[in-house]
C-alpha cells in the first residue's frame, strides 16, 4: 500500500482502471509513520506524522452538553498528570441594534433610533483554536433600549439578524470572541427611505395559480439573503419582498420560491430577475404534474433482497423546477413504494437508495425516468460495499488487538458521490489477530479504535474510493498506543475571591491540532466527562 505523509494517515489505493491515485512511489521523506517505534524519543505516532503527545494539545469544555452552550477552549501548552481547567465567565456577542430614520442627524449624518421590537438572532462559525468544530447558536429576543447579547462558545461567526418585521431584511456583522469576553457587535437596520419593494405574482402557468402554501425570499448571487423569505399570498399569487435599495440597482437578483408545509408537492424554482424593472410577468413554475407512485426492490449483488434501506427521489422535474421527495423504506423483501413528481419531459430524477449500517449492500445512485403515470421499477441493484481490512497490534508492537471496538465516521465525500449519513455506525470488533474488516461506502471517513483496557483510542482517517471489483482494501497494521492519566477538576468563578465551583457532568475532550493535505484539523484524542465534584479522568497517548 502506498501512503502520503502530508496526506491522510491511511489512504489505500484501489484496484482496476480508473481507480489508482497514485503512479509514482512517493519520495520516502513524505511518508508517515505507521507506529511509535519509527519516531523520536517522547514523540508518538499521530494521523499527520510524528509529534510529542504533550504538545499542540486544545481542551474543549462544554459545561452544558445537552445545550452546547458556553464552550470554551483552551490550548494548552505542556500537558501535566493534574491538569485543572478553570472555566472563564459565559461568553457572548452583544450591542446595540440601531433604526436609521429618513431624518438628518446634527452633525449631518443620519438620525438613528433604538430597536426595540422583537427579532432573531443566529450566529454560525467555528471554534478559535479548533479548525473544523463548528459552532451554532440561536435566539429570540425583544432588545431593551436596543440592547441585545447572545450567548455562544468561543469561536469565530457571522451574526445574522432578522426582525419579526417581514419588510426589513436581514443584516449581519462578524465578531470573534474569546474566552470570558463579551464582543461588541453594533448592528444598523436600514432606513425606510434606503428600502425598495419589489412586488410580483407566483403562478403555476397560464394563469392557473399554485394551490399550495409558497414563501419566496430575494438572494444574492452567492444565495446570501437580500429580503427576509416572506408567503405569498395562496388567493391570488401576489407577493411583495423587501430589499436594500442598493441591490435594486443591480442587473439581477434572484428569486427563489419554496413550498412549505407537511406535504409541499411543488418543486422549488429559482427566477433570476432584473430589479430595476417592475415584474409585468408572473414566476411560473410550469406543469410539474402531480404526485406519482414509483414502487421497486433493492436487492444486493447476491440477489438477496435488501430490507431497511431508504430511497428517495429528487431532481430537476416539469417546470425547470427541483424536487426532493419524502424518504420510504425498504421492507424484508427489499420492496419499497415511494412518491415523488414526475420527471421533466425527457429527463430522469436520481434515486438514491442507502443500505442500514453493517449490509453488504451499498450506497446506489440511479437516473430513472418517472413518467406522469408512476412507474415501477426493475429490480434495484446495489454493489457490495468495499470492505476494507487491517490488523491492529497491542501497543508492543507484536501481540494482537482483539476486541477494540471500531466506529466509522464519514468526515468528507469522494467526487461523484454523496456523503453518507453520519452517526458514527460502530461497525463491530477486532477479532482473532486483532483483524477488522468495515464494508463501506465511498467517502472520506475518521475511523476510530476504542480499546476495552486502560489505552487511549486511537483515530486515523481512511478515503475508500468507488470500484466495481469485489478486492479489499488493505490497510496497514499499526498498534494502538500506550496511555497516559490525565486527571483534574473543572471549576468556574473566581479561586482567588473564594467563588469557585465546581462543574459536574461537564463534556470534556482532548484534540490535537494537525494539518491534513495541506489544510488544519483537528484530531479527537481523548473524551471524559466530569463526575458530581467536578472531577474528570481522560487517557492520552504517550511514548
Not at 440561536?138 to 461567526?157: E, F, H, K, M, Q
Not at 460502530?426 to 482473532?432: C, I, K, S, V
Not at 483537528?522 to 497517548?541: C, F, H, K, M, N
Request: hydrophobic share 40%; charged share 20%; net charge negative.
Amino acid at each position: 500500500m502506498t501512503r502520503r505523509g502530508a496526506g491522510l494517515a491511511l489512504l489505500a489505493v484501489l484496484a482496476g482502471a480508473g481507480c489508482a491515485l497514485i503512479e509514482e512511489e512517493p519520495d520516502p521523506s513524505q511518508l508517515v509513520c505507521s507506529s511509535d517505534d519509527e519516531c523520536g524519543v517522547d514523540e508518538v505516532c499521530f494521523p499527520d506524522g510524528c509529534g510529542d503527545p504533550g504538545r499542540d494539545i486544545v481542551v474543549e469544555v462544554v459545561p452544558n452538553p445537552q445545550k452546547r452552550s458556553n464552550a470554551q477552549d483552551f490550548r494548552v501548552e505542556d500537558l501535566r498528570p493534574e491538569q485543572n481547567l478553570s472555566l472563564f465567565a459565559p461568553s457572548s456577542v452583544a450591542g446595540l441594534v440601531m433604526r436609521a430614520t429618513s431624518l438628518p442627524a446634527a452633525d449631518g449624518g443620519v438620525a438613528m433610533r433604538p430597536y426595540s421590537e422583537p427579532l432573531r438572532l443566529r450566529a454560525t462559525g467555528e471554534s478559535l483554536l479548533l479548525p473544523g468544530v463548528v459552532r451554532q447558536y440561536d435566539a429570540s429576543l425583544v432588545p431593551i433600549n436596543g440592547t441585545w447579547a447572545l450567548p455562544v462558545g468561543t469561536g469565530r461567526y457571522t451574526v445574522t439578524l432578522t426582525a419579526d418585521d417581514v419588510e426589513m431584511p436581514p443584516v449581519r456583522g462578524t465578531s470573534s470572541v474569546e474566552p470570558g469576553a463579551t464582543a461588541p457587535l453594533d448592528m444598523v437596520l436600514p432606513a425606510p427611505d434606503t428600502l425598495a419593494w419589489l412586488s410580483g405574482r407566483v403562478e403555476r402557468e397560464d394563469g392557473v395559480l399554485v394551490d399550495a402554501p409558497l414563501d419566496i425570499q430575494a438572494l444574492d448571487a452567492d444565495l446570501t439573503a437580500l429580503s427576509q423569505r416572506v408567503s405569498v399570498a395562496r388567493g391570488t399569487g401576489d407577493f411583495t419582498v423587501v430589499i436594500p435599495r442598493e441591490a435594486s440597482r443591480r442587473t439581477a437578483v434572484l428569486l427563489r420560491v419554496t413550498a412549505t408545509g407537511t406535504a409541499p408537492w411543488v418543486p422549488q424554482k429559482t427566477f433570476t430577475v432584473d430589479p430595476r424593472a417592475p415584474l409585468t410577468a408572473p414566476l411560473e413554475l410550469g406543469d410539474y404534474g402531480t404526485p406519482v407512485r414509483v414502487t421497486g426492490r433493492v436487492v444486493g449483488l447476491d440477489g438477496r433482497p435488501v430490507a431497511g434501506a431508504t430511497v428517495s427521489l429528487q431532481g430537476e422535474v416539469g417546470g425547470g423546477g427541483t424536487f426532493r421527495g419524502p424518504l420510504a423504506t425498504s421492507s424484508t423483501e427489499g420492496r419499497f413504494t415511494v412518491d415523488t413528481l414526475p420527471s421533466a419531459p425527457g429527463g430522469t430524477l436520481s434515486l438514491v437508495v442507502v443500505p442500514p449500517p453493517g449490509s453488504t449492500a451499498g450506497l446506489t445512485v440511479q437516473s430513472v425516468e418517472v413518467p406522469r403515470t408512476g412507474a415501477a421499477l426493475p429490480d434495484v441493484l446495489c454493489p457490495d460495499r468495499r470492505v476494507v481490512r487491517g490488523a491492529l497490534l497491542q501497543p508492543d508492537n507484536t501481540t494482537p488487538a482483539e476486541g477494540v471496538r471500531v466506529v466509522a465516521e464519514p468526515v468528507g465525500q469522494v467526487p461523484g458521490w454523496p456523503r453518507p449519513p453520519s452517526g458514527g455506525e460502530a461497525l463491530g470488533a477486532t477479532a482473532d489477530g486483532g483483524v477488522f474488516e468495515l464494508r463501506l461506502d465511498p467517502a472520506v471517513y475518521r475511523v476510530d479504535f476504542v480499546p476495552t483496557e486502560n489505552l487511549p483510542r486511537v483515530s486515523r482517517t481512511v478515503t475508500v474510493l468507488p470500484g466495481e471489483d469485489d478486492s479489499k482494501q488493505e490497510l496497514a497494521t499499526f498498534p494502538l498506543q500506550k496511555g497516559r492519566t490525565v486527571s483534574g477538576r473543572v471549576t468556574e468563578g473566581d479561586a482567588d475571591a473564594g467563588s469557585a465551583r465546581v462543574v459536574p457532568y461537564a463534556s470534556i475532550r482532548f484534540y490535537r491540532v494537525v494539518t491534513l493535505e495541506g489544510r488544519p484539523t483537528t484530531v479527537l484524542l481523548s473524551q471524559a466527562v466530569s463526575d458530581q465534584e467536578g472531577r474528570y479522568t481522560a487517557l492520552i497517548p504517550v511514548r
